[in-house]
């Protein structure tokens, strides 16, 4: 079945630092791919998508690109403020284009 | 904006009660969803509704039933509480059936099971 594979949190950060949360999956088709945030107390936003491969979805300043051939939507930003600690999860959309299917979440803490 | 609305942030109820979770949405989505979300395993499918009156399980219905009488709203039912349902819930809205648009989520349910 489909499955997401995001890196171990929780990762702590300095302000300014470059980000990577990688992100791996496995689907039988063509999946759509998704980035979500989930600041605390609230529930989840898109933070960005991509619908095939070599796309890459951007927004706030975040970035990822859909890898077919390493299965891979990794998430970078060039550099993080405090405000975007939150959790981050890592989902796709295959075959059951009902489901989503989610990564377990990578907590991120920015450090001023 | 979507706005997706979960009718209590934080509910605590007793063993063997039957709790009512409530969802609205105000964009005339077509499809709707319940997950629940512990440490460690993300988001896990509960049910789905792909129309009025219309529902599917998801991964973990156990325990768990829903009702959409109305378009907008989506309702979660737990028939007989217990511990093991303590969790948060998190309800979802998708404008159709399509694997390319996102989910929108509401803030979510924290539910305590005594």
């Known amino acids: 079945g489909d499955s997401v594979t995001q890196m171990e949190g929780p990762v702590t950060l300095s302000e300014e630092a470059f980000l990577t949360i990688n992100c791996t999956y496995t689907a039988t088709g063509y999946p759509s791919l998704f980035w979500y945030v989930q600041y605390p107390g609230e529930g989840l936003q898109l933070l960005l998508k991509a619908t095939k491969a070599d796309d890459k979805g951007s927004n706030k300043g975040f970035e990822a690109t859909y890898r077919k051939e390493t299965t891979s939507f990794h998430l970078e930003k060039g550099s993080v403020q405090v405000s975007d600690s939150a959790v981050y999860f890592c989902?796709?959309?295959?075959?059951?284009?009902?489901?989503?299917?989610f990564g377990t979440g990578t907590r991120l803490t920015i450090i001023p | 904006d979507v706005k997706v609305t979960q009718s209590s942030r934080y509910l605590v109820k007793r063993t063997g009660e039957k709790v009512f979770l409530e969802c609205v949405q105000d964009m005339d989505h077509e499809n709707m969803f319940w997950y629940r979300q512990d440490p460690g395993l993300g988001l896990r499918l509960i049910y789905f509704s792909y129309d009025v009156k219309m529902k599917e399980k998801g991964d973990i219905p156990e325990g768990y039933s829903v009702s959409r009488e109305k378009k907008e709203r989506f309702s979660l039912i737990l028939e007989s509480a217990s511990t093991n349902q303590t969790s948060m819930y998190l309800c979802?809205?998708?404008?159709?059936?399509?694997?390319?648009?996102?989910?929108?989520f509401g803030d979510g349910t924290r539910l305590s099971i005594l």
């Open positions: 989902a796709l959309s295959d075959a059951s284009p009902e489901k989503l299917t």
């Open positions: 979802a809205s998708r404008q159709g059936p399509w694997g390319n648009q996102p989910q929108h």
